[in-house]
């Protein structure tokens, strides 16, 4: 997953992260007053955050995290300390 912020649920993780998945259903446009905040080749809207409020929304799975997938407990810990 290619994150494209830095600040609030991504903080302190690099550009290229690792987040467990699994599609069935995808975002195909973004809400109004949204902005893309992830991508992958899976699915263009990964995340998406309000550009004004503190709503986001994520195409992954955070709570499962493990060895291969670490940066789930990081967005959840970092969405929990806003």
């Given at each position: 997953?290619?994150?494209?912020?830095?600040q609030?649920?991504f903080?302190?993780?690099?550009?290229?992260i690792?987040?467990?998945?699994?599609?069935?259903?995808?975002?195909?446009?973004?809400?109004?007053?949204?902005a893309?905040?992830?991508?992958?080749?899976?699915?263009?809207?990964?995340?998406?955050?309000?550009?004004?409020?503190?709503?986001?929304?994520?195409?992954?799975?955070p709570?499962?995290?493990?060895?291969?997938?670490?940066?789930?407990?990081?967005?959840?810990?970092?969405?929990?300390?806003?």
């Amino acid at each position: 997953l290619n994150q494209k912020t830095e600040q609030s649920i991504f903080g302190g993780l690099p550009k290229e992260i690792t987040v467990w998945e699994s599609h069935c259903d995808e975002v195909k446009e973004l809400p109004l007053d949204f902005a893309r905040t992830a991508t992958n080749e899976v699915s263009p809207i990964q995340a998406m955050q309000h550009i004004s409020r503190p709503l986001f929304g994520v195409q992954f799975h955070p709570e499962l995290f493990d060895a291969e997938h670490p940066h789930g407990r990081i967005i959840l810990e970092n969405f929990l300390n806003l």
